[in-house]
């Protein structure tokens, strides 16, 4: 069963760092592009970063400067450096592939993590 899993959330002051990991586990053979969303109550879910097979990274303005996205093929895992946060990067963080395939030869678009949930407070 393929599944991609978050870890690393959780409370952190304002001006501290959190580091996320996605971990994709089950029959893969190839992952396509990965990315972090968030969604914060009331709000849509947005993209956060996101990174292509070949290391090509792309944020959203507002955490530019701040937040690093990485993967490692290899361990099939990606990564979110989180610094500087902001109480308003309190959310639920995901993982998402556009697109995996299996080594039966099935592919899985859109495929989406449970989440884990980073809030900034004092």
């Known amino acids: 069963q393929v599944q991609l899993a978050e870890s690393g959330g959780g409370l952190v002051q304002p001006g501290g760092s959190l580091r996320l990991s996605c971990v994709a586990s089950?029959?893969?053979?190839?992952?396509?592009?990965m990315g972090w969303y968030r969604q914060a109550p009331g709000k849509q879910r947005e993209l956060v970063a996101q990174?292509?097979?070949?290391?090509?990274?792309d944020y959203a303005d507002s955490v530019k400067g701040r937040f690093t996205i990485s993967r490692d093929n290899a361990k099939k895992t990606v990564y979110l450096q989180m610094n500087n946060l902001k109480p308003e990067d309190t959310a639920v963080y995901y993982c998402?592939?556009?697109?995996?395939?299996?080594?039966?030869?099935?592919?899985?678009?859109?495929?989406w993590g449970q989440g884990t949930q980073v809030t900034v407070s004092s």
């Open positions: 089950g029959s893969i053979v190839s992952i396509n592009a």
């Open positions: 998402n592939t556009d697109r995996l395939r299996t080594n039966s030869g099935y592919y899985h678009y859109n495929y």
């Open positions: 990174i292509t097979t070949s290391g090509t990274t």
